[in-house]
């Protein structure tokens, strides 16, 4: 059983992703007493050896700003909420954090509105119709994309070693590959793209099919939600870094849910004899 899901934990199910070996999602099952659909957990990934994804690991990271902004949404709501006549202090908190959750109101609205930000830039890659209300957010990013050669995939599933992850976009141009990602944010980066984002486009660049052999950078397109038409474009020719540091996550995501990577015929068969002898080779 996992312990409790807290901000500073890695097993929090939340917006948890996972993938079948063939890159097939594996975003709901069918639950056994309810013969209805709920999110995937880390034990049904563990009983049918899916892949996690990129997002997923990179929730292992502490994110500071997150954590701030967490913080301070919650004090908003207890100062501004209402207490019920005799209701006791440590009940208001509890209801209005626990219950109603009303800090996660501000979170919510970012949410939706950066979902449909993405939905709308998905469409126009397409070449298909989306909300012009929200031209002025994806048009400007579409542009810049645009700029790096003609759209030769989207929302394309790429599978790694022991994770999976889906790429905004893929653009080719004369002997250049750039893998997009788009983010809606409230602050866009200075200069370059945000440390847990180069993992993310790096682990993308490292599992990406590349018959042609073509040169691979990474991009993210960050789009302001709170001034309409501001985007910042970062792209990064060298990810190796931040490939490694990705790759080190993966170790640290497997081992703290005790996740085994699926191992072949002949790996299994080495380990099976090696236990039957008293051994236990780290395989």
Request: net charge positive; hydrophobic share 40%; with cysteine.
């Amino acid at each position: 059983m996992n312990p409790q899901a807290t901000a500073a934990r890695v097993y929090s199910e939340q917006s948890a992703h996972y993938y079948g070996r063939d890159g097939s999602p594996r975003y709901e099952v069918i639950g056994k007493t309810t013969g209805r659909p709920r999110s995937v957990t880390i034990r049904d990934a563990r009983e049918n050896d899916w892949l996690p994804s990129t997002t997923t690991i990179l929730r292992v990271l502490h994110r500071q700003a997150l954590v701030e902004w967490m913080i301070e949404q919650a004090c908003l709501a207890v100062l501004t909420a209402p207490k019920l006549d005799g209701e006791a202090l440590d009940v208001f908190v509890n209801r209005i954090l626990k219950v109603e959750k009303q800090q996660e109101q501000e979170g919510a609205k970012a949410r939706n509105l950066g979902t449909d930000i993405h939905a709308a830039a998905e469409l126009a890659l397409k070449g298909q119709p989306y909300d012009t209300a929200l031209s002025v957010y994806v048009e400007p990013a579409i542009a810049e994309i645009l700029r790096t050669g003609r759209v030769v995939a989207t929302e394309k599933i790429v599978v790694g070693d022991r994770y999976a992850g889906k790429l905004d976009c893929m653009t080719q141009g004369n002997d250049l590959l750039t893998l997009w990602d788009i983010k809606s944010a409230k602050t866009l980066p200075k200069t370059e793209s945000y440390w847990e984002h180069q993992c993310q486009t790096a682990s993308y660049a490292k599992a990406v099919e590349n018959p042609g052999g073509l040169r691979i950078q990474t991009a993210n397109v960050y789009v302001s939600t709170i001034e309409p038409g501001t985007i910042k474009v970062c792209a990064q020719n060298e990810w190796e870094r931040a490939w490694q540091a990705f790759k080190a996550l993966v170790d640290y995501w497997y081992l703290a849910n005790d996740l085994k990577p699926m191992c072949n015929s002949k790996t299994a068969n080495l380990k099976s004899r090696a236990k039957a002898r008293g051994f236990h080779p780290l395989l």
